[in-house]
């Protein structure tokens, strides 16, 4: 099965999924094709190759090739679940991402100034908590100028930036986002929300166990930036 295609400007066509053969041609789930159908066979065969497929496939302004799915391996060098390609199929190193995400990527949406929005079932982006929903910088890391705080509590499967506003349109399987009610659809603020450390804040006033329970699940939630380490002190009482 096919699941993600982009069109490139010159009528070529890229195209992911299951598959591993195009027309009986020995392809790894990444292919490209001329704009007549055939394979391109250097991009196809000669560089490109997944280990499992790219739920999307992206072309940002300068004609490299951004894949976000389920695989975990991208031309034989470990890229989980996000990638940028060069127009040739070889990987861009200047897009660096880390360890990447814990789960699938689903819809990658790339802003005017080239920054990604990315979605999907993830529940971390480089070892650090990020909910499902995650903006990165151009070359891959952290964009900490946004925090969609605690994030959706099930998967987004799809989301697009309002042209005339940048705000971020989102829909999934999810029924709360950030705490607030949105049953499988939700719009958010896109701009910049936060600089620095940010600041915290608990979830509730106050938490509490029985004397039976083994233990209470303390909720802390960072607001504004993302920039650095942090830290927080609580208190138990009997």
Avoid at 67 to 77: D, E, S, T
Wanted: net charge negative.
């Amino acid at each position: 099965a096919v699941r993600s295609m982009a069109i490139q400007p010159d009528g070529r066509i890229i195209i992911s999924g299951d598959f591993t053969t195009y027309n009986s041609v020995p392809v790894s789930r990444l292919a490209r094709l001329n704009s007549d159908g055939s394979l391109d066979t250097p991009f196809s065969q000669g560089r490109a190759g997944l280990d499992n497929f790219a739920s999307d496939i992206e072309l940002d302004g300068a004609g490299r090739i951004v894949i976000g799915g389920a695989f975990r391996n991208v031309n034989g060098v470990t890229s989980a679940r996000i990638a940028r390609l060069n127009s040739d199929g070889t990987i861009d190193g200047s897009f660096q991402p880390g360890s990447g995400f814990n789960d699938f990527v689903s819809d990658v949406e790339i802003q005017p100034d080239g920054r990604l929005v990315v979605v999907g079932n993830f529940t971390r982006f480089n070892s650090q908590v990020q909910s499902r929903m995650v903006r990165l910088n151009p070359d891959g890391s952290l964009d900490t100028s946004i925090n969609f705080g605690a994030g959706a509590n099930n998967f987004v499967s799809a989301a697009q930036i309002q042209p005339w506003d940048g705000q971020i349109v989102i829909g999934g399987s999810f029924t709360v986002v950030d705490g607030t009610s949105r049953q499988a659809i939700a719009r958010l603020n896109g701009g910049d929300n936060g600089s620095g450390g940010g600041a915290f804040e608990f979830g509730l006033a106050m938490f509490s166990a029985t004397e039976d329970s083994t233990n209470a699940v303390v909720t802390v939630l960072r607001r504004g930036g993302l920039t650095g380490g942090a830290a927080v002190e609580l208190f138990t009482t009997n």
